[in-house]
């Protein structure tokens, strides 16, 4: 059985599990306590969050290669949270741009791009890390909930090419789970 496959097996158990029993398997509702730096890696593609060439505003995020440079490089910003149902939600800043990662015209539509925005208080720039904590060969996976639409961030279609945009879609699709911050 491939990886891909594995952690298919495993996502759908999670979630029957957690329908069955009424258990939710997430944490992740206490506020970080420093600003984190790192890539947003995706679980099953094994690619990068990454700017465009024409990387600013509303340019579409992209799933790219981790290379190592700095446009893949991101800062979940915990110095002014936003707190809403329980759960403290953050802007996601790029070191190239210093723009957040958000959702195209604060759209709550399934398949809404996920942009690079200037940084501003507003809903749809906010998201929030929910971890997965399941015992598993893939622990601690995580997935980012926007606050304005509650739909998580993937590469369009849950594609695994190279320069594929990034959408975002009801939580419980494909291909949504990308590394800790």
């Given at each position: 059985m491939s990886v891909k496959s594995a952690f298919r097996l495993l996502h759908r158990a999670a979630l029957l599990a957690a329908a069955v029993t009424g258990v939710v398997v997430f944490t992740g509702s206490a506020p970080a306590s420093a600003d984190q730096v790192g890539r947003l890696v995706n679980a099953i593609t094994n690619l990068c969050a990454d700017l465009?060439?024409?990387?600013?505003?509303?340019?579409?995020?992209?799933?790219?290669?981790?290379?190592?440079?700095?446009?893949?490089?991101?800062?979940?910003?915990?110095?002014?949270?936003a707190f809403w149902k329980g759960r403290y939600y953050y802007h996601l800043v790029n070191f190239v741009s210093n723009g957040c990662i958000g959702v195209a015209n604060g759209s709550r539509s399934e398949g809404a791009a996920?942009?690079?925005?200037?940084?501003?208080?507003?809903?749809?720039?906010?998201?929030?890390?929910?971890t997965i904590t399941q015992p598993s060969p893939f622990p601690n996976l995580t997935i980012w909930a926007n606050l304005g639409s509650g739909k998580c961030m993937r590469p369009r279609g849950g594609?695994?090419?190279?320069?594929?945009?990034?959408?975002?879609?009801?939580?419980d699709g494909r291909n949504i789970f990308w590394n800790q911050l």
């Open positions: 465009p060439a024409n990387s600013f505003p509303g340019a579409a995020l992209v799933n790219n290669p981790c290379d190592g440079s700095t446009t893949q490089e991101w800062t979940m910003v915990t110095s002014n949270p996920v942009v690079i925005l200037n940084c501003g208080n507003v809903q749809n720039e906010y998201w929030t890390p929910v594609d695994a090419q190279d320069g594929t945009p990034m959408e975002q879609i009801d939580c």
